[in-house]
């Protein structure tokens, strides 16, 4: 495990604020505040994007699929986090070409993020793709799970009816599937459904990103990573479309044990599993 995911495990960042989006936004469904909603909605106003791209869920069941939003109305229609590992970056570099695309904003998980990093910093030559990505958005993630196993396991030995389920809210403590009743697992209980590549992840909130974003506590935590992150924050707070607050060192602590958590996880799994 590299030296520095240890010594910086929220990686390099400018400042970690609270996010939220102001009624100019009004997203209709928002995982914690719509601070990412609304900060996108600024970006494609003024035309700092041509599309940003995310995931949104089915209209029946929890299945996700990608969806390039173009417009403001688009953004707020796919506003709220997925659980769900989707064929992110195959889809992505499909419609990118497809609707010639020119200015991209990428919504995804650290690992996705992180390879689209590598594409930006090393192109390959018959592609440009990663010129096309101007801004990069990493959730914070302890890891996605095996989604027809989870399902079918708490169908089998909780009796839960998969068909009515919602939402689902993960944290290192529990699972919970929330419809016309809640179910909460203890994590321990599912980690077996946990994808392969997320139990040797070290990275808990996108080192490779421009912002980093999150729920904690019920509102968006935003570590920005650049001064021109920082720059476009303020230019989009100026505007109306966010307002912001420094981030508490209690918040800031809480952050940084779940990231050292996900290091010792992928410390412990790595030697097991290669």
Not at 5 to 30: C, D, F, M, S
Not at 166 to 188: D, N, R, Y
Not at 194 to 212: K, N, R
Request: with cysteine.
């Amino acid at each position: 495990m590299p030296e520095w995911y240890q010594e910086k495990p929220l990686g390099e960042y400018e400042n970690i604020y609270v996010v939220a989006a102001t009624e100019k936004v009004q997203p209709k469904r928002t995982a914690a505040g719509g601070g990412i909603t609304a900060l996108l909605c600024y970006l494609i106003d003024n035309n700092m994007i041509d599309g940003a791209a995310t995931s949104a869920r089915d209209v029946e069941g929890l299945g996700g699929r990608i969806v390039v939003a173009r417009t403001r109305e688009e953004i707020i229609r796919t506003a709220g986090n997925e659980w769900q590992v989707l064929p992110f970056t195959n889809k992505l570099m499909e419609t990118i070409e497809n609707e010639d695309l020119k200015k991209v904003a990428v919504v995804g998980l650290p690992c996705q993020i992180h390879f689209i990093r590598q594409m930006k910093t090393f192109p390959l030559v018959e592609s440009n793709f990663g010129n096309r990505v101007q801004f990069l958005i990493s959730l914070f993630c302890y890891g996605t799970f095996a989604h027809e196993s989870i399902l079918n396991y708490i169908k089998e030995k909780h009796g839960m009816d998969i068909s009515s389920i919602k939402e689902i809210k993960v944290s290192q403590k529990s699972v919970k599937f929330m419809g016309e009743k809640t179910l909460e697992i203890p994590f321990g209980e599912l980690s077996k459904y946990i994808h392969m590549g997320c139990l040797m992840c070290p990275d808990y909130t996108g080192a490779f990103s421009d912002i980093s974003a999150g729920n904690i506590g019920g509102k968006t935590i935003m570590i920005v990573r650049n001064k021109i992150s920082e720059e476009i924050l303020r230019e989009a707070e100026g505007s109306g479309y966010i307002s912001t607050s420094k981030c508490d060192e209690e918040t800031i602590k809480k952050i940084e044990e779940r990231a050292v958590e996900k290091i010792k996880r992928a410390s412990e799994y790595i030697p097991r599993l290669l």
